[in-house]
């Protein structure tokens, strides 16, 4: 294990010492969506809808990288939204859960149609109504703005904040402790 993440990244894997370990085995990335892959505000317009998201486009890339290396990403969210689902859409993300209530209930449901076991996941989640699809996973991530009880639990607690390339800090973890992460590299410098 190295003594740190890498050049991108100053956060010490030494703090987190299950986490490259953790990291290697993992074939599924979760993600909540408010507070992981936005910032977590959320804009209402005039009339009284939600009117407006943004995604950071590093952490769409590290999605997308993944995703080359058939690692797949779902997504698991409280909240309904179309501006999500057009997100998704575009990352090429095929499980989408929203307007959840039960995230453990969705995660189940996300891992048997994939064939896939709890320890084979890594879920990011930013504060309490994450925490039981995490207690569940492989790999327990929290941006850097998670609430302090999402961090207690967190295997690993990103330097980046949510909507501000915590995912891509994750999707490079993931690739490095993988050995994959250096062949992408060599493909985008060719």
Same mark, same amino acid.
């Given at each position: 294990?190295?003594?740190?993440?890498?050049?991108?990244?100053?956060?010490p894997?030494s703090?987190?010492?299950? /986490? &490259?370990d953790r990291?290697?085995k993992?074939?599924l990335?979760?993600?909540d969506v408010?507070g992981? !892959?936005?910032?977590?505000q959320?804009w =209402?317009?005039?009339?009284g809808?939600e009117?407006?998201k /943004?995604?950071? =486009?590093?952490?769409?890339l590290? =999605?997308k990288?993944l995703s080359?290396?058939?690692?797949p990403?779902a997504?698991?969210t %409280?909240?309904?939204s179309?501006?999500?689902?057009?997100?998704?859409?575009?990352?090429g =993300?095929?499980?989408v859960?929203?307007?959840?209530?039960?995230k453990?209930?969705?995660l189940?449901?996300v891992?048997k149609k994939?064939n896939?076991?709890h320890?084979?996941?890594?879920?990011? %989640?930013d504060? &309490?109504?994450?925490?039981? !699809?995490?207690?569940k /996973?492989?790999?327990?991530?929290s941006p850097?703005q998670?609430?302090?009880?999402?961090?207690?639990v967190?295997?690993?607690?990103?330097?980046m904040?949510g909507?501000?390339?915590?995912?891509?800090e994750?999707s490079?973890?993931?690739?490095k402790a993988?050995?994959?992460?250096?062949e992408?590299?060599r493909q985008?410098l060719?």
């Amino acid at each position: 294990m190295p003594t740190a993440f890498g050049t991108h990244n100053t956060n010490p894997l030494s703090q987190f010492p299950q /986490a &490259w370990d953790r990291a290697s085995k993992i074939k599924l990335l979760v993600l909540d969506v408010d507070g992981v !892959m936005t910032n977590g505000q959320v804009w =209402i317009g005039a009339d009284g809808k939600e009117s407006l998201k /943004a995604f950071d =486009i590093q952490d769409g890339l590290g =999605i997308k990288h993944l995703s080359q290396c058939d690692i797949p990403t779902a997504v698991i969210t %409280g909240r309904s939204s179309k501006m999500v689902l057009a997100r998704c859409e575009e990352l090429g =993300i095929a499980h989408v859960h929203m307007g959840v209530n039960n995230k453990v209930q969705a995660l189940n449901e996300v891992l048997k149609k994939m064939n896939l076991r709890h320890k084979d996941c890594a879920v990011m %989640g930013d504060d &309490w109504p994450d925490l039981a !699809m995490m207690a569940k /996973a492989g790999l327990k991530v929290s941006p850097a703005q998670g609430h302090q009880a999402v961090k207690d639990v967190a295997h690993y607690v990103c330097s980046m904040k949510g909507g501000n390339g915590a995912i891509r800090e994750v999707s490079d973890l993931i690739l490095k402790a993988q050995n994959r992460y250096e062949e992408l590299l060599r493909q985008a410098l060719s």
